[in-house]
């Protein structure tokens, strides 16, 4: 089981689901981005999402810049794929 914050609650349910001897494993503080990363929340509008996603990837200086962009579907992951993919960003 993985998260990437590891939340309290999240941290029960999985006590329900694991083996008694399970191992947990932190990398820095667990519920805290690392002091080495930079987050950025965007509030955008849904017609705009593309544009904004775009524009950001554009404007980004390669290497070294990394960027995690969540998303909920797959299907999503996949047209982010493409976009990255057939305009070279």
Do not use: H, W
Request: proline share 3%.
């Amino acid at each position: 089981m993985f998260s990437a914050t590891f939340p309290a609650d999240i941290q029960r349910l999985a006590r329900d689901f694991l083996k008694r001897d399970y191992l947990f494993l932190t990398v820095g503080r667990v519920g805290a981005a690392s002091e080495n990363i930079t987050q950025q929340v965007l509030y955008v509008e849904e017609k705009e999402k593309t544009g904004k996603l775009v524009e950001i990837l554009r404007g980004l200086q390669f290497p070294p810049s990394r960027v995690l962009v969540f998303v909920n579907m797959k299907r999503t992951v996949c047209f982010i794929y493409l976009l990255i993919f057939f305009f070279s960003m």
